[in-house]
């Protein structure tokens, strides 16, 4: 499956357009692609979907990182190096709880962050850092929109469930109300079987995850809450 046959004509096989035997799906069949991965997006959360590491560096001063434009939800954020430290996500109002300020006036005290919370710009910590501490970031990505040039893991491993998107999609445009020829509440229930089975797979594919860290070597255990040393 790709882009191109998807949006073919109704002589294409495999095309939107040739599935539910609709030719004038195909006008509409880059719009009805696009809204297809949007619903797929706004419910699941494969691992496939995570980026790998992005390091950089506090800002001194600077209480927030600025979300990256393709975020989807954050995954983990550590301080990395001689600081090491996981910068745990956390509600809103118990980040602005943990707000502490030098007592003369609304001077924010400045040391290692230990929360953050999300909003549609930032990721907002509990203390502006002190000094200029290294990070490591992985958050869910929203894959680039599939194109002509460009396929993801949907095309390449989940092509049945984009397929059941793309034909719900494509019922609405041709004004079905769930029953008759081409029945959008048969596809929709379709595509929500397809995303709970790549869930549950996603999920899956952790089950040899070990709670904790294991601490091996030079690791001093007291500087990590809750790890636990060698494999017990």
Not at 19 to 27: K, L, M, T
Not at 37 to 56: D, F, N, V
Request: glycine share 8%; hydrophobic share 35%; charged share 15%.
């Amino acid at each position: 499956m790709d882009y191109t046959q998807l949006t073919g004509s109704s002589s294409t096989p495999g095309s939107i357009a040739r599935w539910i035997n609709y030719s004038q799906v195909q006008g509409d069949a880059p719009e009805i692609v696009i809204e297809a991965e949007s619903w797929i997006y706004r419910r699941l959360r494969h691992w496939k979907m995570l980026t790998p590491p992005t390091a950089g560096s506090l800002t001194v001063g600077q209480d927030y990182l600025t979300n990256p434009a393709d975020m989807l939800e954050p995954f983990l954020l550590v301080t990395t190096g001689q600081y090491f430290q996981e910068i745990v996500q956390k509600p809103m109002q118990e980040v602005v709880a943990n707000w502490a300020y030098t007592g003369t006036g609304n001077t924010r005290v400045q040391q290692q962050p230990l929360m953050f919370a999300f909003n549609q710009d930032q990721m907002q910590f509990d203390s502006p850092p002190d000094q200029a501490y290294t990070y490591a970031f992985i958050y869910y990505q929203q894959p680039e929109p599939l194109s002509v040039s460009i396929t993801n893991f949907l095309t390449q491993t989940y092509p049945r469930l984009l397929r059941c998107a793309c034909m719900a999609a494509a019922c609405e445009f041709a004004k079905d109300n769930g029953q008759g020829q081409y029945d959008r509440t048969y596809w929709d229930q379709l595509a929500q079987d397809e995303i709970d089975k790549a869930q549950a797979e996603s999920d899956r594919a952790r089950r040899g995850t070990v709670a904790g860290a294991i601490l091996i070597g030079g690791g001093v255990a007291s500087n990590f809450p809750g790890y636990v040393t060698g494999y017990g």
